[in-house]
């Protein structure tokens, strides 16, 4: 994905940043100041500090446990995902963009009306959703039959630890997350899906990005690798 900040971005139009972006409507003072300072970045063509500054700001509203800034956190994502984007960091700005999607589902909407570019640039990608990354790979034949020859699932082989909110090590117990989620043919994984626990931000937020990083043993057919999909629950215990 090639992103020409500028243009697709705002469509030129630097002089409605402070009027249109959707983070105007972040009722927390630092975190709206933070978001648009890092919006700036992205307009004037940093998308490496962008990329550091946003997924600081996630990290941050993760870390001090505030689980009613879903929008902000979802805002953060996405504009971490563009930078990515940007970057050439195609699955991760897929798998940011998604999270966002999450986080607040009318950002979609939201950026169609305003940012039509910035949209199209990823609805560009045959792997922006399950659907439509599993037609494009049966397609290719590079996804795993479902019967015929030897098939063996996809394994985890490197898991990442699952982090607790540092100021509240306890935000997340009782809750369980579901998810699914595909893994190519080099083990790493693509488009995300909540199955079941989507209502907890911080809950959704921490095993997502967990699971970005987790390596497989890709899935074979007759010791051929094939894309696949797989997924699992998580559930919070208290910490001891």
Known sequence: ?????????????????????????VKNDKIRKALREVSLQLLFGNPVITRSNARDIAWGIFNRGLSQERD?????????????????????????WDMAQIMVPNLRADLVQRYSGLVGMFDASPFRDQPSAIEHLSAEGEWLPSEGGVIQPAQVTTRSDIPSPGRSRNALVGQRVKVSYLVDT??????????????????????????????????????????????GAFSFKKNR
């Open 72 to 96: 902000a956190l979802g805002y953060a994502l996405a504009m971490q995902a563009v930078a990515e984007a940007s970057l050439n960091l195609d699955r991760e700005a897929l798998w940011h």
């Open 1 to 25: 994905m090639k992103v020409v900040i500028l243009a697709v971005l705002l469509l030129g139009q630097v002089a409605s940043l402070s009027a249109e972006l959707p983070i105007d409507t």
């Open 186 to 231: 080099q083990g790493r994984t693509y488009t995300p899906v909540v199955e079941e626990g989507s209502g907890n931000t911080l809950a959704v937020f921490t095993v997502l990005e967990s699971i970005l990083v987790w390596n497989h043993d890709p899935a074979t057919v007759d010791g051929e690798a094939r894309w696949s999909r797989t997924g």
